[in-house]
């Protein structure tokens, strides 16, 4: 069993629709949950991270953790072609340093 | 700066060879990591340094490869007599907080 586990996609969804990504883990010790965007070609850059248990919002982007069943979870509403790209998923180990990405999930959003 | 760096952004070596991959990261961040990238994978993560000091290299693939960060803010990355599964992109994060901040990558491939 991999440490974090995403489904790889593609994920497509139209545009204005909203998009749901899942994430699990392994490691139940974990605090810290992130959520990373790559675009092809690029360097993954964080779009949110999350602490406790329910929901995180910012703007479109809600964040699920549900620390019980080790799941973490991205929303995407409203979903524009331009949020096209693979997002990580990415737990903070026990330690508190050494962060593990899952695969990544890609995601199409067609006009 | 106003980010991470890294350099060469791409690299071709021949099987056998050495190489030595550098990293610039922000001013100021303390922590700093080294993660390699195949296609179509999440970042591995190799080594983090605090400081000049390599608190984990637990992910480095063999005796092969080798870090420092000597004074605590360049860090660089070697790889000695270069393997064809070597081929990825290297990245380098420097952290603040819970956010890590990506360079571009360095590609490499063996040939």
């Known amino acids: 069993q991999k440490e974090v586990e995403q489904n790889s996609g593609p994920l497509s969804v139209p545009e204005g629709a909203i998009a749901s990504l899942n994430c699990t883990y392994s490691?139940?010790?974990?605090?810290?949950f992130f959520w990373y965007r790559q675009y092809s070609g690029k360097s993954p850059e964080l779009i949110m991270f999350?602490?406790?248990?329910g929901d995180k919002e910012d703007g479109r982007f809600t964040a699920q953790l549900n620390k019980a069943s080790q799941y973490v979870s991205l929303l995407i509403r409203d979903s524009q072609p331009s949020d096209s790209a693979t997002y990580l998923c990415?737990?903070?180990?026990?330690?508190?340093?050494?962060?593990?990405f899952g695969a990544g999930t890609r995601l199409f959003v067609k006009a | 700066g106003a980010g991470v760096s890294q350099s060469p952004r791409y690299k071709v070596a021949k099987r056998g060879q050495d190489v030595a991959l550098r990293c610039d990261p922000i001013?100021?961040?303390?922590?700093l990591f080294w993660y390699q990238q195949a296609l179509g994978q999440g970042p591995e993560f190799l080594t983090y340094?605090?400081?000049?000091?390599?608190?984990?290299k637990s992910g480095l693939p063999s005796d092969r490869f080798f870090a420092e960060r000597p004074e605590g803010s360049v860090s660089t990355l070697k790889i000695q007599r270069t393997q064809q599964e070597d081929s990825a992109v290297y990245l380098c994060?420097?952290?603040?907080?819970?956010?890590?901040?990506f360079g571009p990558g360095t590609r490499l491939l063996v040939l």
């Open positions: 994060a420097s952290r603040y907080g819970e956010t890590q901040y």
């Open positions: 990415a737990v903070l180990n026990t330690g508190g340093f050494k962060t593990i």
């Open positions: 001013s100021g961040h303390v922590s």
């Open positions: 999350i602490y406790s248990n």
């Open positions: 490691d139940r010790g974990s605090q810290s």
């Open positions: 340094f605090q400081n000049e000091a390599q608190l984990d």
